[in-house]
């Protein structure tokens, strides 16, 4: 079965530095997304992507993160200047369809640790 | 907003036993739900889904899960657990985009 992949799965930085987050949606996915879990919280929405544009994006999505879709394939999120707070899980996720009830496919995730 | 609550926090159930997880929503419409389970260190798998039909859903590993217009319930059941069934339950819902609940964490005992 089809899955979206995650890479780091683990990735320690320094408060400041930029980190970038990578993902492989689904092939035939078209609606992309990251969630991010702070340890012992809720996962929580962050953005959705579609059509090479930004559809939605959580009050958390302040102008340190962007995301990116530079090929056919990947995914990104970058966070430019991380500060202890961004330590968190980082889920991409995908789907085929915006039709209500299609589910969305989610990646293993990755740690971030900002020291 | 939509939103989904999981009223239990921490539930710790027998192996063999039956289990239940509560999930409440807040929806104007008829929802679009979902239940995922987070076994340590992985992904969120989607183990079922609920938007229209039938109120009683199966899905994978065993669970089901009913949906409870009345109640604005859509509680997760499974009649007998295993140990490896011990994770972290996130009831969602789904508005254009997911929003999920606290989640319940899950343990089994011997």
């Known amino acids: 079965e089809p899955e979206v992949t995650q890479t780091p799965s683990h990735q320690v930085t320094q408060m400041g530095q930029e980190v970038i987050l990578r993902c492989v949606p689904i092939s035939n996915h078209l609606y992309f997304y990251w969630y991010r879990q702070i340890l012992g919280q809720k996962v929580e929405f962050l953005v959705s992507f579609y059509n090479n544009e930004i559809s939605e994006k959580s009050e958390i999505f302040d102008d340190q993160f962007s995301v990116e879709r530079p090929d056919g394939s990947n995914f990104t999120l970058k966070i430019r200047s991380t500060k202890l707070e961004d330590s968190a899980m980082y889920f991409c996720a995908s789907k085929l369809s915006d039709a209500g009830g299609s589910p969305l496919h989610f990646g293993n995730g990755t740690r971030l640790t900002v020291t | ?110």
């Open chain 2, 1 to 110: 907003a939509q939103s989904v609550t999981q009223p239990d926090i921490h539930i710790t159930v027998s192996e063999g036993a039956s289990l239940e997880l509560r999930c409440n929503y807040s929806y104007g419409a008829t929802p679009y739900l979902f239940w995922y389970v987070q076994s340590p260190g992985q992904g969120l798998q989607l183990l079922l889904k609920y938007f229209s039909g039938d109120t009683l859903v199966q899905g994978i590993k065993g669970f089901e899960a009913e949906f409870k217009r009345s109640q604005s319930s859509f509680n997760l059941r499974k009649p007998s657990v295993h140990w490896s069934d011990a994770a972290e339950y996130f009831c969602a819902v789904d508005d254009y985009k997911l929003s999920f609940g606290a989640g319940t964490t899950v343990t089994v005992r011997a």
